[in-house]
C-alpha cells in the first residue's frame, strides 16, 4: 500500500495535470497498529463506472457464476453487447489503446500495474453520441516495481485478474516458475517479465470489439473467424476464472495438468489461432481503415511482440503495410507455429510474496520501516501456499 501511494505520487509529479486517464495523487499517511498497518491515500475522482458493468450489465461478483456463453455471445440484460456496428466497435477499441497508452508510457519506467481488466478501467460515456468516451485506469494496488521485477519476478506471487493473464502466467501456476525459466520457448517469459501489461491491454481491446460488435448483421470479412478464435479463448479462461472461486485453485491446477485438450499447451494455441484470425482480417480490404488495430491487437498478445507504449498510438493511424513493417517478424515468426508440448521438469514451486526496493522509490519504502510506521511486508501472508501463490484482491468485491 505504501508503494501504490508513493508510485501514484511519483506518476502525478511526472504527469502533473495533463494525464486525466489516471488518478492524481493528493496526500497518503501511513499508521503503525500492533499486528499491521494502515495506509490511507487520497486520490483524485474519476468519472464514469466499470467498463465491465457497462458492457455486460452484470456486478463484478456476478461474472464468477454467470454462463460462460452469456458473457461470450451475450446479450445479457442490461448491457451493451452487440449493440454497435463493427467500425464503432473498433473505435471504442482504438480509444482504449491510444488513452491508456499515455499512462503506460509513465507507468512502464516504475512500475508495472498487473491488474489491468475490464473492471479497473473505467468508461465515462458522454452524452453527445460523437463525443470521445473517456477510459481511465485505476488500482494499482498489485503494482511492483518494473526495476527489479527482471530479478523478482521468480520469487514473486502471481497476481490479477485470472482473465487477463499471460499463458506464461498459467505455466507458473500449473508447474512453478522453473517450468517458464526452462520452457524452449524464451518469448512466453519475456512476456511475462516485460509485457504483462501489454497482453492485459491487448486482450481487454479485443475483448471490447467483439462484445460491442453487431455481427452477422453488420458483416467485417474474417471477423467471424476472429470470432470463433476468440470465442474458443475467452471461454476457456473465463471457466477457469469461474473455477478459481467456485472450487478453488487447487482444482484448476489440476484442470490445466490433467486435461489434454484444454492444458496450458492448448491455451498457447488458442492465443496462436486468434493471432492468425486477426492478421488474415486485417489484410481484408475492407478492413482496411481498422487494419492496423487489428495487428496492434495481435501483437500486443503475441510473446513475440514488439510494439511499445510510445509506438502506440501513432501506429494506430498509419498504413497497415507500415504497421506490419514496424512490428517486424513478431506476428510470422515462431510464436505462431504450433505449439510443442514440453514436458514439465522436476522444480520446486517459488511462493514468496518479498518486495524488493528499485532506485527512485526505495527511499520512502527505507522510511517507512526505519521508522515503523509500517511493518517491512505491508501484505498479509496466508499460511495456505495455493493462496500465497495467487495474490489477487479486489478491494470492492473481496476478490482474491
Keep these: 500500500a505504501v508503494f501504490e501511494a508513493e508510485l501514484m505520487r511519483l506518476l502525478t509529479a511526472s504527469s502533473g495535470p495533463a494525464n486525466v486517464h489516471m488518478p492524481t495523487y493528493m496526500a497518503h499517511s501511513a499508521v503503525k497498529s500492533d499486528s499491521a498497518g494502515t495506509v490511507k491515500l487520497a486520490m483524485s475522482y474519476m468519472k ?16 464468477k457464476t454467470v454462463r460462460v456463453d452469456a458473457l461470450v455471445q451475450g446479450p445479457l440484460p442490461g448491457g451493451r453487447q452487440g449493440s454497435m456496428a463493427f467500425a464503432r466497435a473498433c473505435g471504442m477499441a482504438h480509444q482504449i489503446l491510444v488513452q491508456l497508452s499515455s499512462v503506460f508510457v509513465l507507468l512502464e519506467p516504475v512500475a508495472f500495474h498487473r491488474d489491468v481488466s475490464s473492471h479497473n478501467v473505467l468508461l465515462d460515456v458522454p452524452i453527445d453520441p460523437d463525443a470521445t468516451p473517456h477510459f481511465s485506469l485505476i488500482d494499482f494496488g498489485l503494482a511492483v516495481r518494473s526495476g527489479s521485477w527482471k530479478q523478482d519476478w521468480r520469487s514473486s506471487n502471481l497476481a490479477g485478474d485470472p482473465r487477463y493473464w499471460t499463458p506464461a502466467a498459467w505455466m507458473a501456476f500449473a508447474y512453478g516458475f522453473r517450468y517458464l525459466q526452462t520452457h524452449p520457448k524464451a518469448g512466453f517469459q519475456r512476456q511475462y517479465v516485460a509485457r504483462i501489461d501489454h497482453f492485459a491491454v491487448g486482450v481487454l481491446a479485443l475483448e471490447v470489439v467483439l462484445a460491442l460488435w453487431r455481427s452477422p448483421e453488420d458483416a467485417a470479412p474474417g471477423m467471424e473467424e476472429v470470432r470463433a478464435a476468440w470465442s474458443t479463448y475467452w471461454s476457456l479462461s473465463i471457466r477457469m476464472f469461474q473455477m478459481f472461486h467456485t472450487k478453488g485453485a ?18 498457447a494455441d488458442h492465443l ?30 503475441n510473446e513475440s511482440g514488439t510494439a511499445s507504449w510510445g509506438e502506440v498510438p501513432a501506429m494506430l493511424s498509419r498504413p497497415p503495410e507500415s504497421v506490419e513493417a514496424a512490428l517486424g517478424a513478431s506476428g510470422t515468426g515462431d510464436a505462431d507455429r504450433p505449439q510443442q508440448r514440453f514436458v514439465q521438469p522436476n522444480h520446486v514451486r517459488s511462493i514468496s510474496g518479498a518486495w524488493c526496493p528499485v532506485q527512485e522509490l526505495v527511499r520512502v519504502s527505507h522510511q517507512f520501516s526505519e521508522s515503523g510506521a509500517l511493518p517491512k511486508s505491508s501484505r498479509a501472508v496466508s ?10 484482491r479486489r478491494r470492492s468485491s473481496g476478490y482474491f
Aim: hydrophobic share 40%; aromatic share 6%; charged share 25%.
Design 48 to 63: 464514469g463506472g466499470p467498463l465491465d458493468k457497462w458492457l455486460y450489465g452484470i456486478s463484478d461478483e456476478e461474472h
Design 250 to 267: 487447487q482444482e484448476v491446477r489440476n484442470f490445466l495438468t490433467h486435461s489434454q485438450d484444454e492444458g496450458v499447451t492448448s491455451l
Design 272 to 301: 496462436r489461432r486468434l493471432r492468425q484470425a486477426l492478421k488474415a482480417a486485417a489484410k481484408q480490404p475492407a478492413n482496411r481503415p481498422h487494419a492496423a488495430l487489428l495487428l496492434i491487437i495481435a501483437d500486443l498478445v
Design 383 to 392: 499460511t495456505d501456499s495455493l493462496s500465497r501463490l495467487f495474490a489477487h
